[in-house]
């Protein structure tokens, strides 16, 4: 049997194409890898930015999402290991050996936030630590907050977290940031912004919530410790490409390069999502990817290009 659209990852833009796939009457397949809780989202304790629902936890907005594209697609369980493309169809070869055949394919694997691997980092993920300042930045409102990293992404979330937090301390592992000129101009210039550089943060404390965080000085081994509420991770990302390795271009970060209307360089092979060369990644540029990919597919599947 062959498919009209496969689509790998069951996150937010995986399931918005999955309806828009339905409502297409395409025939379409949706391969997650962990059913429901592979979605990045249902780590965010609670979304307050998805228009129309001012507050929802991430896995009950999820849910729903399932719940809401269930019927207009297949579902099955399974790691896509690798893909090729033959007389016009995609062959996908699940980790378990299974291969499945369609005309099309859409690729919404997502990208992980990269750990610091420290105690305390998953048990309080959702309850003050975050990968995401955009997303749970407005629960810490007059608290304190770290954030962790040296790039453009610390820099930014340590910048819009200073807007709405009473103290931000930035923890670098080295003296020197990595983000841009013009954010450490701006961070040196935020009054409530203090940079602590050659540290290793060791542990993230507290009760049922974040209270603290423990860390040394990488040269002097001098210890301390920081009462603060939120947690703000930003070491990078690794987007979940490994599939699409020598057929679709990739971008220096591991990006697949793609429009909003998420066509690749391989035609009938779209992406979607935080995969995808993008500004920013949140839930509702993802489900926004899921539905043009679905509009891209329909027009290659009607002019075969
Ligand atoms: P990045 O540039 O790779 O920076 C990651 C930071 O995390 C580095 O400072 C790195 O330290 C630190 N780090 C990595 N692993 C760590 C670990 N295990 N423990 C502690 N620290 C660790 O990633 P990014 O900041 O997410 O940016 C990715 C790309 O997006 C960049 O090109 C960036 O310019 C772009 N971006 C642009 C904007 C913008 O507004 N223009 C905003 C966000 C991102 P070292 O410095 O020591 O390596």
Redesign the pocket.
Known sequence: MVYDVVIAGGGAAGLSAALYAGRARLKALVIEKYNITGSQIIYTNEVDNYLGIPSVSGFELVSKFKEHAINEAEFTEGEVSGITKADGIFNLKLADGTEIKSKTVIIATGAIH?K??IKGEEEFTGKGVSYCATCDGAFYKGKNAVV???????L?EALYLSNICNKVYLL???NE????KIYQDKIKSTENIEFIGNVIIDEIKGEEKVSSIAYHNKTDNTQAVLPVNGVFI????KPDTDMLKGLADIDG?GYVIAGEDGRTNISGLFVAGDIRQKKLRQLITAVSDGANCIASVEEYLNKGK
């Open positions: 990269n610091l691997g962790a990293g040296g790039g453009d992404t610390a930014s670098h592992r080295r940031l990595r983000g841009s930003a070491i990078g990302m970060y």
